[in-house]
């Protein structure tokens, strides 16, 4: 199925930097393959969106009060206030209006919380009338032991500017290589409605299992209790029927085009 109108449209601003790429439902290949058979729930969230990428090698190094960087082409280690990536700014200058040259992205900014990092993937994003961006780790992928991105929902229908990320270090005197080959962040597509305040203040709550209702108990013993009492029981059920039901009919008619 595809849509008449993109819910999201990635501009690459940095000629280097990977275009983003749709997010594997493997984890990267890390997930078990029983996860990968029988746990549509970690699979589907493994693969919501799209991997994004630094736009080149690069390194960190913290010491505790100072950051530092390099990268392939600077003879010594850079002291980290604010750093262009190599050559944009000329580069951005030959091709921006007037009114904008001299406002290149930095690639790097040292941001004042100790250790924090600001990175630019050389991207920039529009997103459709009333969605957001949720740029986040990547989703059931481990984490790296030197640093974690932060997450930050951009409403970019209306904001349009560098797909930034925010890097907590988390070692002190050691490098931090980072690579442009290996996907750094997952840019994930959501309605600006699902975390308004009328949507999030207005969940309703069961407090107890007195509460449970027979429509509650009928769905709980149809998706429970009766697989399990299949004389051929096995696992992933809920895997078969989540993908029987993405093979239907898309919930987003008004955006549809025609189907594949």
């Known amino acids: 199925m ?8 990635f501009h690459r601003m940095i000629d280097t930097a990977p275009l983003p ?3 594997d439902r493997s984890g990267l290949g890390s997930l078990p393959i029983r996860a990968m058979r029988h746990c549509d729930a970690v699979a589907s969230a493994a693969g919501f969106g799209w991997h994004l990428h630094a736009p080149m090698d690069f390194r960190l190094l913290w010491d505790g009060a100072q950051i530092w960087w390099h990268c392939d082409g600077l003879e010594d280690w850079l002291p980290l206030g604010a750093a262009q990536f190599p050559h944009f700014a000329e580069r951005f200058d030959a091709v921006a209006p007037e009114a904008s040259r001299g406002y290149a992205p930095p690639f790097l900014t040292a941001l004042q919380e100790p250790g924090v990092v600001q990175m630019w993937t050389g991207l920039a994003a529009r997103t459709a009338p009333g969605w957001s961006l949720l740029l986040r780790p990547l989703a059931n992928v481990p984490r790296h032991p030197a640093y974690e991105p932060y997450e930050g929902l951009v409403e970019a229908d209306h904001w349009f500017g560098p797909l930034f990320t925010n890097l907590r270090l988390t070692r002190t005197g ?5 690579r442009r080959a290996e996907p750094l962040l997952q840019a994930q597509p959501v309605p600006q409605m699902a975390y308004s305040e009328p949507v999030l203040g207005g969940a309703a709550m069961s407090p107890a299992l007195e509460a449970m209702g027979p429509a509650d108990w009928a769905d709980y013993h149809r998706s429970i209790v009766v697989p399990n009492q299949a004389p051929d029981h096995r696992p992933g059920g809920y895997a078969a029927e989540a993908r029987r039901r993405r093979r ?13």
């Open 2 to 9: 595809t849509l008449a109108t993109p819910c999201v449209t």
């Open 21 to 23: 790429a749709r997010a």
């Open 174 to 178: 050691t490098p931090i290589e980072f």
């Open 248 to 260: 239907g009919a898309c919930p987003h008619r008004a955006m549809a085009g025609t189907a594949d």
